[in-house]
């Protein structure tokens, strides 16, 4: 019932910014009711979270993006977003957003590639 549609991705060199945006629909305000996540998986790998909002509002970040990724919504436009800045070549991957209460929906992935 929640669809989730991804943009934003791109090639950008080391030291550059990114914004990913997450376009949410199948009811009004999805993140006051679900856990957001931002996941990414590169080649090989296995997905691991980059970012979390609870519907309060906080957030939460791993170690390996504290400090340089930021995630925010728009209710009024059921939007979710994840600022990244000073991307690196270990940040190269697919990048999915998700809500989650009980359900889990995935968004379909966009992909971030960043240059040496």
């Known amino acids: 019932q929640v669809q989730l549609v991804e943009s934003g991705g791109g090639l950008v060199q080391a030291g550059g910014s990114l914004t990913l945006a997450c376009a949410a629909s199948?009811?009004?305000?999805?993140?006051?009711?679900?856990?957001m996540r931002w996941f990414r998986q590169a080649p090989g790998k296995e997905r691991e979270w980059v970012a979390q909002?609870?519907?309060?509002?906080?957030?939460y970040y791993p170690d390996s993006v504290k400090g340089r990724f930021t995630i925010s919504r728009d209710n009024a436009n059921n939007r979710l977003f994840l600022q990244m800045n000073s991307l690196q070549p270990e940040d190269t991957a697919v990048y999915y957003c998700a809500a989650q209460n009980g359900d889990t929906y995935w968004g379909q992935g966009t992909q971030v590639t960043v240059s040496s």
């Open positions: 909002m609870l519907p309060s509002g906080s957030t």
């Open positions: 199948g009811r009004t305000s999805i993140a006051s009711a679900y856990a």
